[in-house]
């Protein structure tokens, strides 16, 4: 597989790691979108000071309105924290 290719394996296999522990495996419940962001992203917790960060998060990714997030919900934060890395990267 190319470097792509792999980079989108990963990010299926890292949602449906966390999707789905306390029911629907198909969305992220709020427990377990905090519980990816505490593993797979702490850096993002650490620069976060406020413990409603993660309700804030979850409201602004819940597009539909089902307090759960989904896989095309989750590539929206995926995408948008890669635009934000890219932005300060190359800003340097």
Known sequence: ????????????????????????KGTLSKAELKTMIEKELPSL??????????????KALDHNGDSEVDFNEFVVLV?????????????K
Do not use: V, W
Request: net charge positive.
């Open 1 to 24: 597989m190319s470097q792509l290719e792999t980079a989108m394996a990963i990010l299926l296999k890292t949602f449906d790691k966390y999707a789905g522990a306390e029911g629907n």
């Open 45 to 58: 917790l650490k620069a976060s000071k406020n413990p409603e960060d993660c309700d804030k998060l979850m």
């Open 79 to 91: 995408s948008a924290l890669t635009c934000a890395c890219h932005n300060r990267c190359t800003k």
